[in-house]
C-alpha cells in the first residue's frame, strides 16, 4: 500500500525517515556522492520544522519510507503570488518506476494550489536525464520570459567560502 501525506517533522518516524531517504540520495552520484554530515542529519527536522514555508512530502510503500519531497515557500514578484519551489525529489533507488514521484509531485501540487500558488518551480541536474522526463511528464518545462534572450539559469554563490569583510 502506497501512503503520501504531508510530514510532522516533530514526529520522530517522519523526522527519521527524512532523514534516511535524504542520506540516501546524497550517498547517490545525482546527490553529490558524500552522505549527510551528522550535524545534517540531527539538525535539518527540526530546522524545517520551525519554518512554516518548509513543506515536506512523504511517500511510504508498505510502511517503508519510499520517498520524499521538500517544497520551500517562495513569491513570484511578476505574479505578485506565492509560489512552490520543489527543492528536492528522491525516490528510494529500490521503489523507482512504480510511479511515486508522480505522486509526490501531485502531491505538492495541491500544496500549492492550497496555498494560492501561481506556479511550482524546481531545478534538475543535466545529466539527470531520467528526472527530466518525469518532470517534462508532469508539465514542467524551462523558463523563459522571452524566447530571444533564453532559458533562465541557475546558479549559486556559497556563502560559506566568501571571505568576510569587516570594518575597522
Known amino acids: 500500500m502506497i501512503e503520501i501525506f504531508e510530514a510532522d517533522l516533530n514526529l520522530p518516524t517522519h523526522a527519521k525517515a527524512m532523514v534516511q531517504l535524504m542520506d540516501a540520495y546524497a550517498i547517490d552520484p545525482m546527490g553529490g556522492g558524500q552522505g549527510l554530515s551528522n550535524y545534517v ?32 515557500e517562495g513569491f513570484s514578484t511578476f505574479a505578485c503570488k506565492p509560489l512552490l519551489n520543489i527543492h528536492d525529489v528522491i525516490v528510494a533507488s529500490h521503489y523507482r518506476g512504480r510511479g511515486l514521484s508522480k505522486l ?23 545529466g539527470n536525464h531520467i528526472a527530466q522526463s518525469a518532470y517534462k511528464a508532469f508539465g514542467f518545462s524551462g523558463y523563459e520570459l522571452n524566447p ?18 569587516r570594518n575597522v
Open 104 to 126: 509526490l509531485l501531485k502531491k505538492a501540487e495541491a500544496i500549492a494550489l492550497d496555498l494560492g500558488c501561481c506556479k511550482l518551480t524546481l531545478e534538475v541536474l543535466e
Open 148 to 165: 530571444q534572450m533564453g532559458k533562465a539559469l541557475f546558479w549559486e554563490k556559497k556563502l560559506s567560502e566568501v571571505p568576510i569583510e
Open 41 to 72: 542529519k540531527e539538525n535539518l527536522p527540526p530546522e524545517l520544522a520551525k519554518r512554516k514555508s518548509a513543506h515536506v512530502i512523504l511517500a511510504f510503500l508498505d510502511s517503508e519510507p519510499a520517498g520524499l519531497v521538500v517544497c520551500l
